[in-house]
């Protein structure tokens, strides 16, 4: 199976906005969670649902504000093993933003995971144009 996941989607709304839906909790809170992180690189980045449960847990890689966010994913279980690294990068467009987005994965997926993990990032990359469209009006 493939290791690398990658998508697009065009969202009507500057980078800037885009960028708030992942560091602004206010906005972030509309995916149904948010992420508790300082925003410097080396630093953890972890996604709590709305219940306070810890979803997810990374290190932040690189950050640029409204352009770039690399992060990794660690194993929920152990948090010592690397799952895989998401980059996403904000293209400034005028008045629109192509998000680019990626996760590289370090282990092998069957094929059935990995059509499941695509829809999951149609989803999430969906909920977040949704977001950033709706805070630009």
């Known amino acids: 199976m493939p290791s ?3 998508k697009t989607i065009t969202i009507t709304a ?3 906005a885009v960028w708030r839906v992942f560091t602004d909790p206010e906005v972030t ?5 948010h992420y508790v992180s300082t925003w410097k690189t080396g ?4 996604w709590k649902d709305a219940d306070g ?3 997810s847990y990374g290190i932040i890689l690189e950050l640029e504000p409204d352009k770039l966010l690399k992060h990794s ?3 929920m279980k152990t948090k010592s093993r690397v799952t895989s690294f998401i980059t996403y990068r904000f293209e400034d467009m005028g008045k629109y933003t192509i998000l680019h987005a990626e996760e590289e994965l370090t282990f092998d997926m069957r094929e059935d995971q990995f059509d499941e993990a695509l829809e999951g990032w149609d989803l999430a990359l969906d909920t977040v ?3 950033a469209e709706s805070i630009s009006k």
């Open 43 to 46: 630093e953890s980045l972890q």
């Open 129 to 131: 144009k949704e977001i």
């Open 14 to 16: 500057t980078p800037h």
């Open 73 to 75: 994913l660690y194993d």
């Open 4 to 6: 690398l996941i990658q």
């Open 53 to 55: 449960q810890m979803n």
């Open 29 to 33: 809170k509309l995916m149904g969670g």
